[in-house]
């Protein structure tokens, strides 16, 4: 081989080398970037549609729900103030009585006997004391005489009311109006002051009695107005506070609380269960949100509203909550578009489309 032909052949070798080398180190030009280059870039923030409403001055109560039980407004376990054989029942099992009523007596013989034995000696005690005034008038008897006539008729008279106040107290009467229970005694059987006849009830008003958490200790205001249901009975009856307790009670952290319900037709009686609705608090122009519409992130609460078709977010204060709204004390004004769907989504100047809840008035 000449050496001409060795150096074409050398020098189509380094060629290929080169145009090798280009390639792998130059880079070529991508088709597809460059297609992709010529489009318009798509924004990073699209329209978002979002569901809203416009702010409103609402009435907002601040309300309760427990359980509590109906206790009667007077209840009293009748029994004799002293001990001796019961004589006699007057009452029927159940029924209604009046203050003052006879229910029951025991045995008080002895106690008349005394009686009529005083009642004897006060006519003849009341001729000597009038004798002797008589003769002290013509001065024929002492002054100290008189006096001690005087004495004796006084003394006669206050033994002759100590008798009847035993007899008063072998009987047995209705301290107020009500229902008188099952009675535990007959005639016949001997009772003490611990023997309890029957139970007296007053079920006119009746007294609704639950328990509050402590948070509303001293805040809840006499006359409240509450509602209650029992079992069986669905349609709400409103009763209203009329006390409370007067401390916590340390086990449960809660203090009672009681209402006092009519119960003119005297459909209820004590002991009942019952679901008790109170209201604690009532604002009558508040600003509230849904609560779904609140975002809170660090320990900042904020809202997203709909302003010149952007979201933009602001911090509020938040006040009373109920089980769907959140009242608003600081950051919001009546009028403002409060966005309540996609808040995960939205970041402050992102485009937006609303449409207005149904209960979201338009201006």
Do not use: H, W
Not at 142 to 152: G, I, L
């Amino acid at each position: 081989m000449n050496k001409g032909i060795k150096y074409t052949i050398v020098g189509v070798v380094v060629l290929v080398c080169a145009a090798l080398a280009y390639n792998a180190f130059v880079p070529r030009e991508n088709k597809e970037l460059k297609e992709a280059s010529g489009k318009p870039q798509e924004k990073q923030d699209k329209t978002l549609n979002v569901r809203a409403v416009v702010l409103r001055p609402r009435r907002l109560t601040d309300g309760l729900a427990m359980s509590g039980s109906l206790i009667p407004d007077e209840e009293v376990s009748l029994s004799f103030e002293t001990s001796g054989k019961i004589t006699d029942i007057f009452f029927k099992e159940g029924s209604r009585v009046e203050k003052g009523q006879l229910l029951a007596k025991i045995n008080d013989a002895s106690l008349q006997a005394d009686l009529r034995r005083k009642e004897a000696q006060l006519r003849l005690v009341q001729d000597r004391l009038y004798r002797t005034k008589a003769l002290l008038e013509k001065e024929a008897v002492s002054k100290e005489a008189f006096q001690e006539a005087e004495a004796n008729l006084s003394t006669l008279c206050a033994e002759i009311d100590g008798v009847k106040a035993e007899i008063a107290r072998t009987e047995l009467r209705a301290p107020f109006s009500g229902f008188i229970g099952l009675r535990q005694v007959s005639v016949g059987a001997f009772a003490t002051t611990q023997t309890v006849v029957a139970m007296l009830t007053k079920r006119s008003p009746l007294k609704v009695e639950f328990s509050v958490p402590e948070r509303y200790a001293g805040t809840l205001p006499d006359g409240a107005a509450l509602e209650f249901t029992v079992e069986g009975d669905l349609s709400p009856r409103k009763a209203r506070v009329y006390a409370s307790d007067s401390r916590v009670d340390d086990a449960t952290r809660t203090f009672t609380v009681r209402a006092l319900y009519d119960n003119s037709d005297g459909t209820l009686v004590p002991g009942r269960y019952v679901n008790v609705r109170l209201t604690t608090r009532e604002f009558e122009r508040a600003l509230a949100v849904p609560s779904e519409a609140v975002v809170s992130e660090m320990g900042v609460d904020k809202v997203f509203l709909c302003r010149n078709g952007k979201a933009e977010a602001v911090e509020i204060s938040k006040g009373l909550r109920t089980d769907a709204l959140v009242q608003v004390l600081r950051g919001l004004s009546e009028g403002d578009t409060v966005i309540t769907s996609g808040t995960m989504q939205l970041r402050a100047g992102q485009a937006v489309r609303v449409q207005l809840t149904p209960d979201s008035p338009r201006e």
